[in-house]
């Protein structure tokens, strides 16, 4: 007789084995074949890339693996979730597909260059060892057994013959856990052999015994043949879609987008940011001086700092941080006010003639009447490069390492950043992850407010929008308030 666990572990098997993709891990050889729409294409390699690009800068931030994990679960929680077999409410092919077709637009994507190349196999390798980390042994059981990962099990006379040997890797496991090795072949672990070129990492490590050309891996090591599996595999793929892709040039349809999503590496990937209608949320010319003392990423304090020591900013400067404060919540009315009290020198005329103009566009007054959404941090580090004069773009690309330095003491000393939290952001910034340094700084200088190393805006996320920052610090300072607030009246009550 079964029992009740027993049945229901047999209705699961029974409902995996009808789905189009029956296991959570996947190692990607078969590409979707079913037509997509533009908008799919774009949407499930923008979500994967959301989750890739944070992966991206843990390794920026040289977390440990736990902590890489936790962030990356997050992410793929608000982006790209994955129900496991046993969540038998949830569409687990609808998810498994968007999965697999993100996967397939992002080669496209990032095939194009080694270094893309190298980067996202490092990010998808990381990505499929949180999964896999974070599936039941049932289901790695059945994901191994599903595929032909060109081992061998290591049968009893193989075992008895090189008892000594593959005991002594025994140990190694043993020794931490103070756990008695085996001491007869019966309690020997499980091994696989495969050709030691398989395994290298292994090798390196000692944790492998190496015969005749063959590795001897332990049951508990088996993971990293599949990993070096599902890296080889994919190095392969991508440089096979390399060469294919020029046949995709004439498609201009899809050319800008994925020209657009290789970008994702370097700021990550911004969440759409729109000015809240309504909410409370609207800010007056007034207000600004302020917030940007408090609450300001560097790209538009600096802009700030810009217009008020020259009473003028150069166009691309206008229309950056004219778009932020718009975003921010700033009225037209409000916007006119700020700008027209800005540029002090100039005559009414002069300022109606040449500027007005262009403010009433960028709220959608004029001419096309689009509504401009504020520049993200990726189109602010790739666009509209600034010359000398210009004061747009961000600091954090575009300023010397030494003007980057003095720059961020005068903006940020005030609020905690000292010259011992330098070098760390020079070196980030060094190595290109410049969003990954501002959301350093952000962290800095919202540690009063009680935002840890390691937390960035929220659940360890990166900066990727000046709008977000902005938006997050006044959401801390917010909720302080409150705090205070409520600590004060419950004071009030006990003593009446
Ligand atoms: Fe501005 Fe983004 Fe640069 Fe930060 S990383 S300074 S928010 S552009």
């Not at 961020?408 to 969003?435: N, R």
């Not at 407010?449 to 000046?466: L, Y």
Request: contains cysteine.
């Amino acid at each position: 007789m079964f029992s009740s666990r027993q049945k229901a572990e047999v209705h699961i098997e029974k409902q995996a084995s009808w789905l189009k993709y029956p296991h959570k891990l996947n190692l990607y050889d078969q590409p979707p074949l079913e037509d997509i729409t533009v908008e799919e294409f774009e949407s499930c390699a923008i979500d994967r890339l959301r989750v890739l690009a944070e992966i991206e800068s843990s390794f920026a931030r040289n977390r440990p693996f736990d902590e890489l994990k936790t962030i990356t679960l997050a992410q793929c929680e608000k982006y790209l979730p994955m129900a496991s077999n046993t969540a038998i409410t949830v569409d687990r092919d609808a998810q498994r597909w968007k999965d697999v077709v993100g996967h397939f637009v992002l080669r496209l994507a990032f095939c194009r260059s080694e270094e893309l190349r190298r980067r996202f196999v490092k990010a998808e390798l990381t990505l499929f060892r949180v999964r896999y980390d974070n599936c039941s042994p049932s289901e790695i059981k059945d994901f191994l057994e599903s595929r032909d990962f060109g081992w061998t099990q290591v049968d009893g006379a193989e075992k008895t013959k090189y008892f000594t040997q593959l005991r002594a890797l025994s140990i190694q496991k043993a020794a931490p856990q103070q756990k008695a090795p085996p001491t007869d072949v019966e309690h020997l672990e499980e091994f696989h052999k495969v050709r030691w070129t398989r395994v290298p990492d292994l090798v390196e490590r000692r944790k492998v015994f190496l015969q005749g050309g063959w590795a001897y891996v332990p049951a508990r090591e088996q993971a990293s043949i599949v990993f070096q599996e599902f890296q080889s595999r994919l190095e392969n793929s991508l440089e096979m879609t390399a060469k294919a892709l020029p046949r995709l040039d004439e498609d201009t349809r899809l050319i800008p987008i994925l020209e657009n999503l290789s970008q994702g590496f370097l700021a990550g990937v911004p969440s759409e940011w729109s000015a809240p209608e309504g909410s409370g949320e609207e800010i007056r010319a007034d207000m600004i001086d302020e917030l940007s003392r408090k609450h300001f990423p560097m790209c538009m304090r600096n802009l700030h700092d810009n217009l008020r020591r020259d009473h003028h900013l150069k166009h691309f400067g206008r229309l950056q941080y004219g778009l932020f404060l718009k975003t921010l919540g700033l009225s037209i009315e409000e916007a006119l006010l700020f700008w027209r009290r800005s540029f002090s020198g100039y005559t009414d005329d002069q300022f109606n003639k040449n500027y007005k103009y262009n403010i009433r566009h960028s709220y959608g007054l004029e001419g096309r009447r689009a509504n401009y959404p504020g520049k993200s941090c990726q189109q602010i580090l790739t666009s509209d490069q600034p010359g000398s004069n210009d004061s747009h773009g961000c600091p954090y690309r575009h300023f010397s390492p030494d003007n980057l330095q003095t720059a961020l003491l005068s903006m940020y000393a005030s609020q905690g950043l000292t010259t011992a939290d330098l070098p760390e952001i020079i070196t980030t910034v060094k190595a290109g992850h410049y969003h990954v340094a501002c959301t350093r700084v952000f962290e800095i200088t919202h540690a009063m407010q009680g935002v840890k190393k390691g937390e960035g805006i929220g659940g360890g996320e990166s900066v990727t929008h000046p709008n977000q920052y902005t938006t997050t610090s006044r959401q801390i300072e917010r909720a302080l308030v409150e705090s205070v607030k409520m600590e004060v009246d419950g004071d009030v009550h006990m003593e009446t």
